[in-house]
């Protein structure tokens, strides 16, 4: 979670209960400082949520060292932080042996495989909202993928970049000029880069009501809320046939049922291609899945989302390298 301080509903009470059911006859505590973590006697010790203090986010050595007088060995397993230049993910590794954990291995294997020596045709999608935060990271992916298709809120402004009259839909206008370049950059060579033909239209986000138009034919008092059928007919050939899949971010506003149609297709879709290696990550993308039951389909599902991206983009991360040292 993302505590502003102290926060009971993310205490980590319940992994430590959690904890006791799986390992009977050992004792197991919480301490909730660093104190009181040294003078616990017990088997194991959890030191209470890192984020409850305020020298994770912002770094100090000082915090550091005293994290790292706790231990005679670091190990960090959390793939989904190492993207953040946290004082427990990069300090600890400065003061003490460090080493990567079992799934932070299985992770980099799993995005190394698709990164370095994908099955061809390879097919990324990619939603969320602002180009200006994804640009880099869809450059990287024009390198790699035989397909790029662009969904959700980070579609409009593409739409927007060639000329498309979007309605009332969210777009960052400041962003339609880095669109437009990078738009420019790939014609006439591949990648092939899937927007949207037509879409789920409705006046605001908790309407009931809706419709399908032509992006040519949106109304003006109208936005934008997921994929149309006849684009994700597209996308669907285009998944069927594919070796290598990526995928991070949902396409449509799942949060309302009316609106993650295209979302679940998607995911459909990749589960159906037992021949592909299909890579899904992101809280959002897990989230907008409502048929649980076909998680076992897909190839890896990255406990990281902006951890999965970062690393695609750079190929590496600040919690990577402080193990490096």
Same mark, same amino acid.
């Given at each position: ?35 009181? /973590? +040294?003078?616990?006697?017990?088997? *194991? ?7 409850? =203090?305020?020298?994770?986010? %912002? !770094? $100090? ?80 992916? /024009? +390198?790699?993928?035989?397909?790029? *298709? ?7 402004? =593409?739409?927007?970049?060639? %000329? !498309? $009259? ?160």
């Amino acid at each position: 979670g993302r505590p502003k301080g102290i926060d009971e509903n993310l205490s980590l009470k319940v992994v430590v209960e959690r904890l006791k059911e799986y390992l009977k006859g050992i004792s197991i505590s919480l301490a909730k400082t660093l104190e009181e /973590a +040294k003078e616990k006697k017990d088997q *194991i010790v959890v030191l209470e949520n890192i984020r409850f =203090f305020p020298e994770e986010k %912002n !770094y $100090s050595t000082l915090f550091a060292q005293k994290l790292s007088s706790l231990a005679e060995v670091y190990v960090n397993d959390a793939f989904g932080v190492c993207h953040r230049a946290d004082t427990s993910v990069v300090g600890p590794p400065q003061f003490l042996p460090a080493y990567g954990g079992l799934l932070l291995k299985k992770e980099i294997t799993m995005l190394d495989k698709v990164l370095k020596n994908p099955q061809k045709p390879v097919v990324a999608i990619i939603g969320g909202a602002k180009v200006s935060t994804k640009i880099n990271l869809l450059e990287k992916l /024009a +390198k790699l993928v035989d397909y790029l *298709i662009i969904g959700g809120g980070l579609a409009n402004t =593409f739409l927007c970049a060639q %000329n !498309y $009259s979007i309605g009332n839909s969210f777009c960052e206008y400041e962003a339609t000029q880095i669109a437009r370049r990078f738009l420019a950059k790939q014609i006439n060579k591949k990648p092939y880069i899937i927007l949207p033909r037509d879409a789920v239209v409705a006046k605001d986000k908790e309407s009931k009501e809706k419709m399908v138009v032509k992006i040519s034919e949106i109304p003006k008092d109208y936005c934008i809320f997921d994929l149309g059928p006849e684009t994700l007919a597209e996308i669907g050939h285009i998944l069927a046939k594919a070796k290598t899949i990526i995928w991070n971010g949902p396409v449509g506003y799942f949060e309302n049922p009316n609106f993650r149609d295209g979302t679940d297709f998607i995911y459909y879709s990749i589960t159906q291609n037992q021949k592909a290696v299909s890579v899904v990550g992101g809280g959002d993308t897990l989230a907008a899945i409502s048929k649980k039951e076909y998680l076992e389909k897909i190839t890896h599902i990255s406990t990281g989302g902006g951890a999965m991206l970062e690393y695609i983009e750079k190929g590496t991360l600040p919690g990577i390298e402080a193990l490096k040292r």
